[in-house]
């Protein structure tokens, strides 16, 4: 048996406000007033004086806001990567990324991108990436998705949805400010908690299950339990305690691995485009088979907060496209192996993934 | 409000036997053949096979056995970076602590002190230190110190005993083997499970608490109970999650701050040797009036293991030295700061301290 060497974030800042302190870290990592630091923000915030006043420019330090209403592809990533080439002299002093799952994932991918050659699809996989990235900071906005803590970077590539998995993938900084999660539209509060849910239910139900992934894991599920279905946390509170559960939830996958939700909603989001958390959803409402009481949990919280997701979404779909879908699902070969167990192959063929599919 | 920003350990490998990876770990740090890996191994381990053998050495790389009868001293830490220097060519590609709080504190202080010049007592403090150490693997051998994640190593020196408190102190590399806690004699089992106990009570009444250092001290917490008051759990689980509960401990007082246990136990420990362990459970055995309800659980958990605690070790003392354990204790002001908040100083006096003191 050989075990995981797990690399952790290197330095954590949290606090209500801590965003403050951004320009006091990143200070002493300015390599020179050429060199600048990059600013990935989420759009959303575009025009947000509350949080982009905030953010401290120098010299030629800039902004670049990027929309998240598709999740990243290798090709946005190689985009970028060219501008930042392109614009400045000097390799940046840093990547920060402000906003979601999808813009930390940006940061990341876009910082070791810096420092390795050729397209980023080639490196979609596991410990493919040869040099450390540019020093990057991830700086969540919303609560769920664990990218803070992760060593991957998820990327739609032209093949398949796949993360850059590595030793230098994970963040050299990350800020966790809970107020920066205060203007959270409830959908997508509800959606990317959900991911957080989901990490923990299928860490806690996979067979790549130890006391580290364990402990971690039960501490984020019983966060999420208390936010999502009771009623004795304050706004504040919440906040606070759902950036801890993303955390912790994210340390449970990170030392075990996903499972059958998320497989599936790989395959949902390469084919429909269809996002992470609003897909995980859309899936793990179908998993009983799978996840019994977690499926029995996550249907209390989706009635408490009456959230509608969507329906036959892959009713009009055609056979080409289940298969692309099927292809996709069944490349995540970990996850499944987590799930199911090594004779994972003989439970899950294509056409009980199809059979799954069709009730979405 | 400015909140820390906490160095983690670097990377973590957890799992029963996971010691067996030590030389896949070290081999990719081996600077040359002549810059050696030096293992700091607590000498209750010399000629245990079964741990030793396990070691991997090459080239001129070193065994030192250290005695753990006595805490680390600063005069020690100086005699072996000296023997170190003398006795290799070139500096150390790195020095991994194997065994319990004062070996890791004995690793975590050698690696510093290789890079930073002059004695290790004037690195005592905060932030003093300028230099990244030598390359650092922890390896615990028993758990509850949470030595494993802390930015400190504590060292009693000619005037304190107080921590080198440092961004570059955590660990570079952490291998987390339950199975190296199997044969812990039961009363140390207690003592040092006891630790982490009072890291959790310190921390979750402590008023730095926030969500960050309440998640972790609460599993934390809730592992101890299960372990020590519970019947449950296997003999392996136990040690499983005694190693969690000690690292999630250690993260909640890394982010927050132990108090009056730690403090007066800094005290016993400087003038009369009392190991840390034992110390805080002695000191924590009269502090109904600060922590009544983590008092209640220590003495029920206490009573199920049948555990003799020394009675009366301060009653044969002068007033010198009462006056010099006072001194100790309270020159720990961030201790007492977090455990009775900002107006400390008016509700702990000297001869409150010495009345504490005097129960022991």
């Not at 900071?137 to 769920?144: E, H, L, N, R």
């Not at 803070?148 to 990327?155: G, N």
């Not at 395959?267 to 995980?280: A, E």
């Not at 995540?332 to 009730?359: C, F, H, M």
Request: hydrophobic share 40%; glycine share 8%.
């Amino acid at each position: 048996m050989n075990y995981k060497n797990f690399p952790m974030v290197s330095k954590v800042v949290f606090g209500r406000g801590s965003f403050n302190q951004l320009g006091d870290i990143l200070e002493p990592k300015r390599l020179n007033t050429e060199a600048p630091f990059i600013f990935f923000v989420d759009d959303i915030f575009k025009g947000d004086a509350w949080l982009c006043s905030r953010i401290p420019l120098s010299y030629n330090d800039k902004i670049i806001y990027v929309s998240t209403v598709e999740e990243p592809k290798t090709s946005q990533i190689d985009a970028l990567v060219e501008q930042i080439v392109l614009d400045f002299a000097l390799k940046p002093s840093g990547i920060i990324g402000i906003g979601g799952g999808s813009t930390l994932d940006i940061a990341k991918a876009v910082s070791l991108m810096l420092t390795n050659d050729g397209e980023s699809s080639k490196y979609q996989g596991w410990d493919l990436i040869k040099n450390p990235g540019i020093f990057h900071v991830g700086i969540p906005t919303i609560s769920g998705t664990g990218a803070e803590v992760s060593r991957t970077t998820i990327l739609t590539g032209p093949k398949l949805k796949l993360g850059i998995n590595s030793d230098f993938t994970p963040f050299d900084q990350v800020v966790l400010d809970p107020e920066l999660t205060k203007n959270v539209p409830k959908d997508q509060w509800f959606y990317t908690g959900m991911d957080c849910f989901v990490h923990c239910i299928e860490s806690l139900n996979g067979t790549y299950l130890n006391a580290f992934s364990r402990t971690y894991g039960e501490k984020a599920l019983e966060l999420c339990e208390a936010i999502f279905l009771g009623d004795e946390l304050t706004e504040e509170e919440a906040q606070d305690q759902l950036m801890m559960a993303s955390w912790h939830g994210g340390m449970s996958i990170a030392y075990s691995q996903v499972g059958v939700a998320h497989a599936l909603s790989y395959g949902l989001g390469f084919l429909l485009g269809i996002k992470h958390g609003i897909g995980n959803c859309i899936v793990f409402d179908h998993l009983e088979e799978f996840y019994p009481e977690g499926v029995k949990t996550f249907k209390a919280m989706k009635a408490k907060h009456r959230i509608n997701l969507p329906q036959g979404i892959c009713s009009q779909l055609s056979n080409e496209e289940f298969d692309t879908m099927i292809t996709v699902a069944l490349s995540l070969e970990p996850l499944w192996e987590n799930a199911i167990g090594a004779n994972w192959k003989s439970v899950i063929t294509r056409d009980k993934l199809r059979a799954l599919y069709q009730k979405m």
